[in-house]
């Protein structure tokens, strides 16, 4: 089995406001396999976040195709809302977030396992650093 484990984070100037996701893959022991940064237009912080986490799923599948349903994954956020509704622990209500929830549904059953954490903002500095890096790009 294949264990990975990823930190993404999305955010927007505004809410919402021009927007962008960060996503960094990690082996079990912590090593930086891949790291991706995407502007993502006009979009509420929510959207960023989903978006993160799309754009992380699809690298792994896009790496491991041939590999995808021997990995085990874990998904570290920043963001509690979208963690609490990808667990099912909050129902979603939002309109806007309803396409990428599915989407994000859809994506990981391509994986043996995949499991979602919160995790304070601080420990996810890269990600956070690569969606600022993208967002200081359109001043």
């Keep these: 089995m294949i264990k990975l484990i990823t930190f993404t984070d999305g955010g927007s100037r505004g809410n919402p406001g021009p927007a962008a996701c960060g996503a960094v893959i990690k082996s079990e022991i912590g090593e930086v396999l891949f790291q991706s940064s995407k502007y993502i237009g006009k979009a509420t912080n929510n959207q960023a976040e989903y978006g993160a986490l799309i754009l992380a799923l699809e690298k792994l599948l896009e790496i491991y195709k041939d590999e995808n349903k021997n990995i085990d994954l874990k998904c570290y956020l920043d963001s509690e809302l979208v963690v609490k ?17 599915y989407q994000v549904c859809d994506l990981i059953l391509n994986f043996h396992s995949v499991k979602f954490f919160h995790i304070p903002r601080e420990e996810n500095k890269l990600a956070d650093k690569l969606v600022n890096i993208e967002l200081d790009k359109i001043r």
């Excluded at 509704?85 to 929830?101: H, S, V």
């Design 85 to 101: 509704q990808l667990k099912k622990e909050y129902r979603m209500k939002n309109a806007g977030l309803k396409p990428l929830f």
